[in-house]
């Protein structure tokens, strides 16, 4: 338990040491917050869909989180690089802890990060909202902001865990910066964040539900504004996104663990 | 304390270590010599439980690693030929890190880590971050991590590589001083023969990933005819230069493991 303790407290004084990494970090989901919410808005209220920021900002929050627990798992190809991975591969300790400390780490994190984000969409003026019978706003329900920050939990565990996968099985910084363009990009714009899921070309709807990122977006953005934007709220439902991102995290873990596990160097 | 029987490691087509036998007794400080190339590195991965042998048996203190792998790793310490530290955290943080991960008491690791910080003169820095330490600090850290938990077996890898005369001196006269006080068996791979004349009991000449001669300096100086250890090591490896085939072998090696990740 000690091994798991102390690989979580690295990642998380990491996180409170670097303060100017925090704001960076949340400067590219602010800018699509403000640029895209107050760009497509008039053409979103046009279309009759009602408010794109409100509609968008659980994307950016969920956008947060995954840039942020994703990076935290190939934080292990830094860890590589500057040798420190080497100190925990020689620990008399299961391989298992160690990883399991360093993804609880990263998803603490990026927990906080979409904390720190949601507070952010707050500030530019999104609200959660209760859902109505009659399709109209309800009123405020700040009562769904600890219910989405489960959504934001299991985000953060599930792509924290993907990260430390691919971590594990990556060696150089070239095939970094390829999963950069070819995994985390597509996850995010191919989640629901941006747009709605309903009425999509065949093929993009199959991708679409395809993205692990979906059901985080769609559990955060059906607690957070319900169902009374035009149906744009719930997609699937509470306990569908609940239990598919749950059995998704404990997959990655035990994947991460033993590609963790068989590391050589 | 450390016993190796037919110790060998293939790359794809490429054999590192072929074949290797040794031992080492308990409280022996054991050098490994060899031009660049000739798997002395190989040699301590696959001890340390870094690297799988492609065939052989090795025992620490009794245990084999790869069957006893938890038994075996508390039993030793290691410090890598490139640095292994957390740049990120203080002196102090990755002492205590260290502590944590090899389960030492609260009480004997705050004991144990104010010891050796002074012992290897960074107490007075324990609360600065290692990305601000020069080379002989962060070198001086890692041995001193290494002792933390006492192990008995202790691997330093080129520990003076890039260090200056000083603090290559002082770094021995700590290690032997180590290995006298708390019998740690050591077991070092270095390119300067005058530290190995000075340090190891025992030395074994290591090239083309095999044992061309194992004993004490003085009789590595006799069976050559030589009298010096470097003139014994010249006479037992040769004087052509290694450099360039074992850094190409090395390009390949890192090449088809890169293309091994990614098919």
Known sequence: MGAIYIMWLREVKRYFRSKAQIIVSLGQPTLYLLALGFGFGPVFAKAGAGNYLQFMAPGVIGMTVLFSSIFSGMAMLWDRQFGFLKETLVAPVPRLHIILGRTLGGATVASLQGLLMLIVCLIAGFRPVQAHAAGTPGSHNWVAVPVALIFVALIAIVFAALGASVGSTIKDMQGFQMLMNFLVMPIFFLSGALYPLKNLPRVLSWITHADPLTYGIDGLRGVLIGSWQFNYGWQFNFMLDLCLLAALAAIFLTTSAWLFSRIEV | MIQVENLTKTFDQFTAVKDISFQVDAGEIFAFLGPNGAGKTTTIKMLTTLLRPTAGHIHLDGFDPWVRQREARQRF???????????????????????????????????????????????????????????????????????????????????????????????WTHVKALNEKEKTTVFLTTHYMDEADRVAHRIAVMDHGAIVAIGTSAELKARTNTDSLEGAFLALTGTSLRDEAASSTDAMRRFAQMWQQKR
């Open chain 2, 77 to 171: 310490g290691i410090v890598f030929q490139d640095p292994s530290l957390d740049n990120e955290q203080t002196a102090y943080e990755n002492m205590e890190l260290h502590g944590i991960l090899y389960h030492i008491p609260h009480r004997v690791r705050v004991e144990r880590i104010e010891h050796l910080l002074r012992l290897f003169e960074l107490w007075e820095r324990r609360n600065d971050y290692v990305k601000t330490f020069s080379g002989g600090m962060k070198r001086r850290l890692e041995i001193a991590r290494g002792f933390l938990h006492t192990p008995k077996i202790l691997f330093l890898d080129e520990p003076t590589l890039g260090l200056d005369p000083q603090s290559r001196n002082q770094l």
